[in-house]
C-alpha cells in the first residue's frame, strides 16, 4: 500500500522535532509533523529556556550585593518584568523560528494544526483533511496538572507565569518539585514575597534526602517561606489577590496562586484507545525500549510516555527511533544514570542513586563535605555548599553523586561522564584536584562518613 508519508509526527517539541529532522536528512524518509501550538514545545516555549532566562534574570540582586562585598560601589534598582518579558518574547521568537528552519531545511511538511490518530496508518488534522503513513510518531508531551478544588481556576500554571503582564507582590507556589522549588527561588530573586506550600514532608521527591534538605534550608535561609505538610483546600478571590484557605486550618491571601503539582501526558482526544492502546493510569503511552506501542506502526517519545521527562531524554529516544526505523541502525534510548538539575539557588545536580536507594540495593559507603565556598565566605554570605558521592562497598563503583551549589549543572554534566563510565571511588581519588575550586571536593573526600 502506498502512504502519503513514510512518517507523520504528531508534536513539534524536543522529541518530534529530533524524530522528523533525524528520519528526513539523514533516513531519506518523506516526513510531516503536526503542531498545534508552537514549534519548540514545552521547553523551547515554556519550560527550560524561558525558565533559565528567569534564573539568570533573578539572580542580579545577590551579584550586585556580593560586587558590594568585594569592593565595588555598585546599586542595583527595580526590576522591569515588561522589558524582561518583552526581549524574552523576541528571543523565543527567534528559537521558534530556528526550529522551524531546521525542519523545512530538511525537507519535513509542516501542518500548523492539531493532528490525531484515525487508523494505525491515518492521521486526522484539525482541518479535516487525513493524510496516511507507514509510521505514526506520538510525540505530544505533557501540560501542567492542577488538582479540581474548590477556587482552583484561581490558580495559574508554569505556562501562566511567562505570561503575566506584571509581576505580583507576594505568591503562593503550591508543589514540592524542581518545577515549584525553581519557581519559588526565581520569583524570589526578582522581588516577590514568595510561600511554598508542599503537603509532604520535604520538597524535591526523590532526590537524594540530604541534598533535599541542604537545598530546603537554603531557600529557607533566602526569605522563602516553606511549609511542608501543609495543602490547600480552597482558594478565594479577594480585592488584593487570593485567598489560600490551607490544611492546618489557616488562611493566608497573596496576589497570586501558582500551582505546580505536577504534569500530565498530552493523550486526550488522541484517538489512541479506539485503536486498543491502552493508556497507563496518567494517560500516559505504553512503550517497549524501541517506544513502540502494541499497535506496530505507531510509536511514541518523550513526555507522553512519562518515561523520564526531560528534554535530552526526549531528544535521545527520538534520534533512536529515527535511527532504528529509517536508518537501519538498530539502537534503545538509554535510561540509566540520566543527570539532571534542579536550577534553585542554590541548585541541585545530582546523578545515579540517592544514598537512600543505593542503600536498598547493596552495602554503600557515604562520603560527604558541607563547606562555605571561597566567594560567599569572603562576601559573608552564610551559604553552604554540598558534595556527596556514594559508593558499592562491593565494586567501589560511584554509584550516586549529588552535588548542592552554585553552577551544580554544569559540574553534574562532567561528574556524569565519568559515573556513566563506571568510575570507582579510587578512580575520583586518584585524580587531581583543581584548586582552588568546589568541586576539588569531589576528589579529595578521604574517609567516609557512613556505611551502611
Ligand atoms: C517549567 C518547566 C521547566 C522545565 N525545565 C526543564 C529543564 O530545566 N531541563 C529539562 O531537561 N527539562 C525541563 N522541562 C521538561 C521538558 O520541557 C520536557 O521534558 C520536554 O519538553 C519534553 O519534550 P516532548 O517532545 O516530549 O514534548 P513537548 O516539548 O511538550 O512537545 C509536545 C508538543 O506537542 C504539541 N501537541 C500536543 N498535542 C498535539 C496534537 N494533538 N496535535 C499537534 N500538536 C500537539 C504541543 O503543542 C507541544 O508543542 C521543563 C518543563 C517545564 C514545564
Redesign the pocket.
Known amino acids: 500500500m502506498a502512504f502519503d508519508y513514510d512518517l507523520f509526527v504528531?508534536?513539534?517539541?524536543?522529541?518530534?522535532v529530533r524524530a522528523a529532522r533525524i528520519a528526513a536528512s539523514e533516513g531519506g524518509a518523506t516526513v510531516a509533523l503536526?503542531?498545534?501550538?508552537?514549534?519548540?514545545?514545552?521547553?523551547v516555549?515554556?519550560?527550560?529556556v524561558p525558565?533559565?532566562l528567569m534564573v539568570f534574570a533573578s539572580g542580579y540582586p545577590d551579584a550586585v550585593e556580593d560586587a558590594r562585598a568585594y569592593g565595588w560601589e555598585a546599586s542595583i534598582g527595580g526590576f522591569d518584568w515588561p522589558a524582561f518579558r518583552g526581549k524574552l518574547d523576541r528571543e523565543l521568537d527567534r528559537l521558534e523560528a530556528a526550529y522551524r528552519s531546521g525542519l523545512t531545511s530538511a525537507g519535513v511538511e509542516i501542518f500548523d494544526?492539531?493532528?490525531?490518530v484515525a487508523d494505525a496508518h491515518t492521521v486526522a488534522l484539525a482541518s479535516g483533511r487525513k493524510v496516511t503513513a507507514k509510521h505514526i510518531l506520538i510525540?505530544?508531551?505533557?501540560r501542567?496538572f492542577v488538582p479540581d478544588f474548590p477556587g482552583c481556576e484561581l490558580a495559574m500554571s508554569?505556562d501562566d507565569v511567562f505570561q503575566l503582564e506584571s509581576l505580583p507582590s507576594s505568591i503562593l507556589v503550591v508543589g514540592g518539585g524542581?518545577?515549584a522549588s525553581?519557581f519559588a527561588c526565581i520569583l524570589h530573586g526578582l522581588g516577590v514575597e514568595v510561600c511554598q506550600f508542599y503537603r509532604g514532608a520535604q520538597i524535591l521527591r526523590g532526590f537524594d534526602d540530604e541534598a533535599r534538605g541542604h537545598v530546603a534550608s537554603a531557600m529557607i535561609d533566602r526569605g522563602i517561606h516553606i511549609k511542608c505538610g501543609t495543602d490547600v483546600i480552597r482558594l478565594e478571590k479577594t480585592e488584593r489577590g487570593v485567598r489560600a484557605v490551607t490544611t492546618d486550618g489557616s488562611d493566608q491571601e497573596f496576589g497570586a496562586v501558582l500551582y505546580a503539582t505536577g504534569?500530565r501526558p498530552?493523550t486526550r482526544g488522541?484517538g489512541l484507545e479506539a485503536l486498543g492502546i491502552e493508556l497507563g493510569r496518567h494517560g500516559q503511552i505504553p512503550v517497549d525500549g524501541w517506544s513502540q506501542t502494541s499497535v506496530p506502526s505507531i510509536y511514541a517519545?518523550?513526555?507522553?510516555t512519562d518515561r523520564i521527562?526531560?528534554?535530552?531524554?526526549?531528544i535521545r529516544e527520538?534520534h533512536a527511533f529515527a535511527d532504528t526505523v529509517f536508518k537501519g541502525e538498530p539502537r534503545q534510548a538509554d535510561h540509566e544514570l540520566v543527570a539532571?538539575?534542579v536550577?534553585t539557588q542554590p541548585e541541585l545536580g545530582s546523578v545515579g542513586l540517592s544514598e537512600e536507594a543505593a542503600r536498598e540495593q547493596e552495602p554503600i559507603e557515604v562520603y560527604a563535605a558541607a563547606f562555605r565556598p571561597m566567594q560567599s565566605l569572603f562576601a559573608g554570605r552564610p551559604d553552604r555548599v554540598l558534595m556527596k558521592l556514594i559508593v558499592s562497598q562491593a565494586s567501589r563503583k560511584v554509584l550516586g553523586c549529588h552535588i548542592v551549589a552554585p553552577n551544580a549543572g554544569e559540574m553534574i554534566q562532567l561528574a556524569a561522564i565519568a559515573v556513566k563510565m563506571g568510575a570507582t571511588k579510587e578512580d575520583f581519588d586518584r585524580t587531581v584536584a583543581v584548586h582552588p575550586t568546589m568541586a576539588e571536593e569531589l576528589v579529595t573526600l578521604r574517609k567516609p562518613i557512613r556505611t551502611a
Open positions: 504528531i508534536g513539534g517539541g524536543s522529541g518530534g503536526a503542531e498545534e501550538s508552537r514549534m519548540g514545545g514545552t521547553c516555549i515554556r519550560g527550560c525558565k533559565k494544526e492539531r493532528a490525531t510525540a505530544t508531551g505533557g501542567p508554569s524542581y518545577i525553581e504534569r498530552n488522541l517519545v518523550g513526555d507522553v521527562n526531560l528534554t535530552p531524554v526526549a527520538g539532571s538539575a536550577f
